[in-house]
């Protein structure tokens, strides 16, 4: 996909705050046409810019208060069988192969230090996985975005009127 435009983060902007709304509401959220915010959702979701509209899941609300990021050292070339240890364990919520002294980094929850600790041996028994450094979470300091980078990368307007000199997306 091409890079996108205001009008494409005011959109993005608006699903993030209304997942639920439907492209008529969108239109005057964002000042926009629905024929031409239709066409440009679509378009956002064909590109696999967007990639779902699930609901936002608070851990610590849902029970999980217990979060810790842990660093793994795997075995030369075992990056495919260290994912699959990792995609079955449910604790684990995302994992990145990085660079640096480890190799993987992945985030994982549990509603205790003990369920964690339980957690953490069953991945680490992995004879893919060499070592494991764990850091716990004590708070958030700024959630998980995407929204102000995409912002300031933003080119240009767009096609739509409201968004051809550059006017600024209308917040909500």
Do not use: W
Not at 49 to 67: F, H, N
Not at 85 to 106: I, M
């Amino acid at each position: 996909m091409r890079g996108l435009d205001g009008l494409d983060v005011a959109l993005l902007n608006a699903l993030k705050h209304h997942p639920r709304v439907g492209y008529l509401e969108l239109s005057r959220l964002t000042g926009v046409a629905r024929a031409t915010v239709q066409s440009r959702v679509e378009k956002l979701e064909s590109s696999g810019v967007i990639t779902g509209y699930g609901p936002d899941i608070d851990l610590g609300s849902a029970g999980y208060a217990v979060q810790a990021f842990v660093t793994l050292e795997i075995a030369q070339g075992a990056l495919h069988e260290v994912r699959a240890v990792l995609e079955r364990h449910p604790a684990v919520l995302d994992a990145y192969a990085t660079t640096g002294t480890g190799d993987v980094l992945c985030r994982m929850a549990a509603r205790n230090q003990e369920e964690l600790q339980q957690a953490l041996l069953e991945v680490t028994g992995s004879p893919h996985i060499a070592r494991s450094t764990s850091v716990m979470v004590l708070s958030t300091v700024v959630e998980p975005r995407t929204l102000p980078l995409l912002a300031r990368h933003a080119q240009g307007g767009g096609r739509a009127p409201a968004y051809r000199d550059g006017r600024s997306v209308p917040q909500s």
